[in-house]
């Protein structure tokens, strides 16, 4: 710059000196100058470039329009050119100097001071009112100036005072640097030599090469040596807003500026005549209207400045209570966030110090650490903040820094508050820090406390196995506190030694999965216990630098988990296989049979009508049925094959090397034969009936297959009538797809009613006459037709809906039943009763004979006209609340039969004890009655017990004559079958009662 300093001296001397190279030195002036500028743009590297380089631009506009003065005057011999060419040069130059002057005044976010502003305004007003009086208004007034020509020369002294405005922004904001300076000196210089020349020129006494143009050079040589000087690029660097101090120079500048107005007032109003009364005016307006933004702004920041304290004392209460490092960075996210204006996009980072020591900087993001500058790169700058916790011994002066990105203007403001905030979290760190330390201390005496007294053995071992420390708890298994030096090797068993040298050698190399090992360790007193081992590398860890290994002492919990895994395989009631046993032996033998070619097999059994016996004998006689079958399954399968419970009343068989399949057949009969021969269970004597499926492992893909298709055999069975086996075959699939169709099916047909019911007549055998009929389902199948209930009854037990169906028959009946009363009432003859079937899960509905009797009453039918079929196994336990039931229920008039008597679980001792009022003999019995004296015999039998005990008898299935006859010979009274009439509609029924009723 010294260079430059000397050119622009020599080229000023030539200037004055030699009179006749006025025009060379001067544009030489002007274009060095401007040179000067582009180069200290080009070398120093502004993050702004534009300002300078519009200045400069400027400033060689400023030159041409000298040059193309001087050519006017000296070449064209021009007197007073005005207005002229070298006024549009400057008229160029005034904008681009103004332009230049307000993109370096904004560069940064302090330049757009709302407070700086106003009291630049302030001073320009006032310096403006002198301008106008003494420069401006001569020209406004003058009258031989055209309109173009006065415009022009008014605005050489407006750009004046509004670069004036500018430049004192730039100083009033700008960090003190000697391009600030340079800056205001040249400014200063042109702005009095522009004066000095406009007054001279009213005056009509300028010419070039006087004082005058010393300003100008002044101008030319202060900016270019701004440019040149390296604090150029500090104009345009960002920097925080810093608050405005308000001396007393300010305040007597601030108070002489708006003085002005007024006091030109005075002058002229003293004089006698007020020239420029408006212009007075306006300024004083315009002044007071500054006051009052002023006065706005101080309320405004005032108010500001509440809402930062506010948040800085509700993040100083959140500091207070965080106790970690990741509450202290909430706290202060929440802080800043709180700071700005709501919905303002920012990042708040923490990280290593990204400035110099204790400052605080607006940097842009590239100028970071990479993770910051990545993270960062959407935003235009960062504030920088350092966390200082001062100096003391054992700390540094910073712990870490805080960086808050976000648009320039915010991040201005923000600096005083985040180096509030900043110091705040410093302490709240290293408060933590602290804590974190007297915790750490206080833990290892903790630790050092159970490692002194915990029952496991502690050991740290060395590279060569060597014990370096052994934990207290050693003693009383080895019997000497002399264990450091001792390889811990010699101290397992032997048989474990090469282990345990494995496995140490395995975590030095990195390789250990910390996955259990159990070492034998011989004790002082002669035993052997097992140890679980734990073992960790820190070598890396100075504090222990040795392999660390525990031993657990867990001799008593592998013995019990030894016990409990046996017991995890057996069935505690039966002392079978349990699932899981059988689940993994099944699977071992699939895999060898698909291996070798051997032949294997599953059977389920499960026993039919169980729950039966729960019911009625209680859930300890079923244990005891249980049990029992379980012996007997172990017996007839003998030692060679696997039985199993596999859960409920449900077991399994596993039956190995089979070679036929025939054979898996007959031992599925062997079974069943054997579990068909009774049982005693507490006093009472029963089979325990069971049906079976069989599955051979050459059909199944695994074991879980095998014993699908056992299950499904085992469906099939149970579809087929019970107490029978079935083999898979590939078409059972399908006939137990038909069942779970069924099932759906019947769901849908209690929805929609598509349940009737068939009358059959129940008939004295003497006279034929009808005395009752039987109320028998139908299902009014929607593709299959009318199906009866063989078809369906067993599917509707299993899955319960045989409780609405019931619901439904007995509702029904009951109404054709009050039917036929009044039709028989209007002819003066006897009504037939009904009789309806009562599965033993609908009697033992809740409510069942409350619902009885409601029916009854809101049909107006008188109770003994209804007659309720149950089966003996609704009596095979003395159940009390059933009897209970049944003697309500006759104490009302309704009678009770027990349908299919002799083929259940009963006796005929039970007629002694049970409230019924008829016996239904089953058509089995009947069948065979004239072909075997026995049947005859056990018919005869029932006849004259139920005549002893006051019972009536009605006999079932009677299809030929002889059958009849017989049973009037042995004085049964009644009966039905297709001999009298088959099941009929309710129409077929109405129309066969009454024609019986006519005919009798």
Known sequence: MAGYLFVMAGLAAAFYAVPAGHMVFWTAIGVVSAAAMAVGVARHRPRQRLPWLVLAAGVLGFAGGDLTFNLLVTVWHQPDPFPSVADAFYLVTCVLQLTGMVLLARSTAAGRDRTSLLDSLVLTLGVGALSWIFLISPYVRDPDLAPFAKAVAVAYPLTDVLLLALVIQVVSTARRSPAVALLAIGTAGLLVSDVLYGLRQLGGSWQVGGPTDLGWIVLYAAWGAAALHPSMAGLTEPRPLRPVEVGWPRLALLALSSLIAPAVLLVEAARGTVRDGVVIAVVSALMFALVLARLAGMVNRHRQALARERGLREAGNALLLATDVAGVTAAVRDAVAGLLPTGTPHEVLFGENCEGPGEVALVPPDRLPAPFAERLRDFPLALCCPLAIGHRPGTVARVDSVVVAAAEPVLAVLQGPVEVLATKAALALERIVLADEINRRAGEEYFRTLVQHTPDIILIVDDDNAIRYASPAAVPVFGTEALVGVNLADLVEAGDRLLAVQLLDLVRSGGYRHDPVDWRLPTIDGHVIQAEVACRDLRADPTVAGLVVTLRDVTERRRLERELSARAFQDPLTGLANRVLFGERARQAVARSKRTGQGAGVMIVDLDDFKEVNDTLGHAAGDELLAKVGERLTAVLGPEHLPARLGGDEFAALIEDVTDPGDLDRLAARVLGALAEPLRVGTHLMPARASIGVAM???????????????????????????????????????????????????????????????????????????????????????????????????????????????????????????????????????????????????????????????????????????????????????????SDLDELRAVGIRVAIDDFGTGYSSLSYLRQVPIDVLKIDKSFIDTAVSSPRQRALVDGIVRLADTLGLTVVAEGIERTADRDLLLGLGCRYGQGYLFARPMSYPDAVAWLFADRVAA
């Open 697 to 883: 492992v050459v059909a199944a893909s695994g074991s879980e297959d095998l014993v699908r298709q056992a299950d499904l055999a085992l469906y099939a069975a149970k579809g087929a009538g019970k107490g029978q086996w079935r083999r898979y075959q590939s078409e059972l699939h399908t006939a137990v797809v038909e069942r779970l169709r069924l099932r759906a099916e019947l769901d849908r047909a209690v929805e929609k009613d598509e349940f009737t019911l068939h009358y059959q007549p129940i008939v004295a055998l003497g006279s034929g006459t009808a005395v009752g009929f039987e109320a028998l389902v139908r299902w009014a199948h929607p593709e299959r037709g009318l199906l009866a209930p063989a078809h369906f009854i067993g599917v509707a037990e299993e899955t319960g809906v045989i409780v609405p169906i019931g619901e439904f028959v007995l509702r029904s009946a009951i109404g054709t039943a009050t039917d036929w009363y009044r039709r028989c009432q209007a002819q003066s003859t006897e009504p037939p009763y009904l009789s309806v079937n009562v599965s033993a899960r609908q009697f033992r509905t809740p409510g069942f004979v409350a619902t009885v009797r409601r029916e009854l009453a809101a049909a107006g039918l008188p109770a003994r006209y209804l007659m309720l079929e149950i089966t003996e196994s609704l009596l095979l336990r003395d159940d009390e609340q059933v009897w």
